[in-house]
T-cell receptor, first 112, second 114 residues
Framework: DQQVKQNSPSLSVQEGRISILNCDYTNSMFDYFLWYKKYPAEGPTFLIS?????DKNEDGRFTVFLNKSAKHLSLHIVPSQPGDSAVYFCAASEAGANNLFFGTGTRLTVIP | KAGVTQTPRYLIKTRGQQVTLSCSPISGHRSVSWYQQTPGQGLQFLFEYFSETQRNKGNFPGRFSGRQFSNSRSEMNVSTLELGDSALYLCASSLQTGSNYGYTFGSGTRLTVV
């Protein structure tokens, strides 16, 4: 049973525009959420995270929004750059847990 | 500093064989976790080791096992390989146990079972 879901397998965006990647979860015990970026032949790289006590966290061009009532989070990339083209994974964990639940990923393509 | 090193990068095995994968964490990191990535399934947690002790195990059959050595290096073993075990196996290390400490992933070992 997939507790973290990324329903869009792919997304294409023009360079300079906003990219919005979405993620839904079912487990109300999740209290920490992360986004990872993965290039081919490399391991996932941590991008940004958010605790359940916040609804927004920003780091440069990347902002993560958390809507706990809807069990939904999103990653906004503004402006999108061709180097952002990668697979993005959403992940979540319960308090004190030592494992992450990952979504199936969204492949972002930024078109120059 | 050196990242997480996984060896080998690629591996081809035959059904029924066993395989051992290796992971060297970032220096000073004491927690090592293993994940399996397959198309359509994302990354699925296998197990985590901290101070040579398995702290948590995912929902995988007993054919999947692991261990951690005193220098924090970890190995993962899969016995009686099945075609469905073909996947990218990722190792991640962190300073402490608990996902809030942030994982650093290795590049993975791609296992193909034929």
């Amino acid at each position: 049973d997939q507790q973290v879901k990324q329903n869009s397998p792919s997304l294409s965006v023009q360079e300079g525009r906003i990219s919005i990647l979405n993620c839904d979860y079912t487990n109300s015990m999740f209290d920490y959420f992360l986004w990872y970026k993965k290039y081919p032949a490399e391991g996932p790289t941590f991008l940004i995270s958010i605790s359940s006590i916040k609804d927004k966290n920003e780091d440069g061009r990347f902002t993560v929004f958390l809507n706990k009532s809807a069990k939904h989070l999103s990653l906004h990339i503004v402006p999108s750059q061709p180097g952002d083209s990668a697979v993005y994974f959403c992940a979540a964990s319960e308090a004190g847990a030592n494992n992450l639940f990952f979504g199936t990923g969204t492949r972002l393509t930024v078109i120059p | 500093k050196a990242g997480v090193t996984q060896t080998p990068r690629y591996l081809i095995k035959t059904r029924g064989q066993q395989v051992t994968l290796s992971c060297s964490p970032i220096s000073g990191h004491r927690s090592v976790s293993w994940y399996q990535q397959t198309p359509g399934q994302g990354l699925q947690f296998l197990f985590e080791y901290f101070s040579e002790t398995q702290r948590n195990k995912g929902n995988f059959p007993g054919r999947f096992s692991g261990r951690q050595f005193s220098n924090s290096r970890s190995e993962m073993n899969v016995s009686t390989l099945e075609l469905g075990d073909s996947a990218l196996y990722l190792c991640a290390s962190s300073l402490q146990t608990g996902s809030n400490y942030g994982y650093t992933f290795g590049s993975g070992t791609r296992l193909t079972v034929v």
